[in-house]
């Protein structure tokens, strides 16, 4: 900043903040957004000067202090057109009150009389960027810093999901409402979804800074989805086959197999699991479950010939599911509860698989259900950007959805958040890092 005011001329350079007092208020904007405000706060500066009067020339450093900072900010936000949370607006009011200046060097009590001076051009010039730097810290880098996070990406090889705001945020004095779409599709035919027939989460507690509702149409289309990519299919033989579970097929079929060839008693026999629909997903307050129906072939493999089946069964089977929050990542950990199977060809051969059951159960426990858990276990990632993770989670289990609480920790501010996710220019950006 220069200026001339007769025979004073004078010149400012290197502005720097040394100290940001704030009293500031973060919180919900009904119907609009969120408003941040900053009352009667202060900021210490320090900048060089060079002044000519007269004859007289000087140039040093001058401490300013301004009281009275007073910002007032409204984010609109609003959902894009590809779904992503946006800040369409920024509604900045800002103003100081008072500023003060302390000179130093040989002529800085000289100078002291002008110091009026130089703070009133000072605090027009301050109060004309304070909003600038504001809008251009919402519109360009937060609204950058939302673009880097997915919206629709892949889990696995098999399935995406899709997170995709359905409208725009709903906001009251107490909370900010944002409806996903939550649903995961098939890789080779993202078109092909399922239906929600799901009730609507309600969100009643206010403990924790995010609540995350998951209905039974979350998992469903999980599970659909991987139906469809076919996944639920699986071989039991050889190595992977257990021995006592081998004996007891064995001794099960021998009638079957003396009966199509008493030389097919010397090769490997297998199991082959196949679900038959896709699995479905039961919420209530009690827990969460999966219900699956599979179709169960019992093989001989004789080498270098096509197999030979000796049964066909169905296996209904229930597993409880247990749901945990972690970091980012929303896991699932499945037990099998119930199992039953029976023939698809007479009901008394429904009878004599009665005693395989205990014995298959026990199988699919020790071989299966932990292959299904390992797999899963990685879960699935809810986007937030890098730097900002969930703690504290709690899990609540209600009639048709779960609710996972947490608060939001961010292990570094935001600043760095940006400038680690988004590359740009962050001349004029201003940034509270919160711990929390």
Known sequence: MRGKEGRFQYTIKDVKITELNLTSDLRFQPDVGLLFEVQNSSITLNFQRRILYWLFYDEGAINA????????????????????????????????????????????????????????????????????????????????????????????????????????????????????????????????????????????????????????????????????????????????????????????????????????????????????????STIKTSGASVAVNCNVKVLVLPPGKPAVQLSSMTMEGKFNAKVSMKGKRLAIHLDLRRFKIFSNQSALESLALIPLQGPLKTMLQISVVPLINNYIKRGVQIPLPDGIDFIEEVVEYHNGYIIVGANLHFRTGLREIIERNVPCDYSGFIAVSPSR
């Open 65 to 280: 202090s301004a009281e009275g900072v007073n910002i007032f900010t409204v984010l609109h936000l609003i959902k894009d057109k590809d779904g992503r949370l946006k800040i369409s607006n920024v509604t900045c009011d800002a103003f100081i009150t008072k500023m003060r200046a302390r000179f130093s060097g040989t002529l800085g009590r000289v100078y002291d009389f002008i110091g009026t001076f130089l703070t009133t051009g000072m605090r027009f010039v301050l109060n004309k960027q304070i909003c600038p730097a504001l809008n251009h810290a919402a519109l360009v880098l937060i609204n950058q810093l939302l673009e880097t996070i997915p919206v629709r990406t892949e889990v696995d090889s098999y399935v995406g999901i899709d997170y995709s705001l359905l409208s725009d945020p709903v906001v009251t004095e107490t909370s900010l409402d944002m409806d996903f779409r939550g649903m995961f599709y098939d890789l080779k035919n993202e078109n092909e979804t399922l239906v929600n027939y799901a009730v609507n989460p309600v969100v009643r507690e206010y403990d924790r800074m995010i609540y995350l509702s998951l209905s039974e149409y979350f998992f469903d289309s999980g599970l659909f989805s991987y139906f469809k990519g076919g996944l639920f299919q699986m071989q039991i033989a050889n190595e992977r086959m257990p021995k006592d579970l081998e004996m007891l097929l064995r001794t099960t079929y021998l009638g079957t197999i003396m009966m199509l060839n008493p030389a097919l008693m010397e090769h490997p026999l297998s199991l082959e699991l196949e679900v038959t629909s896709p699995p479905r």
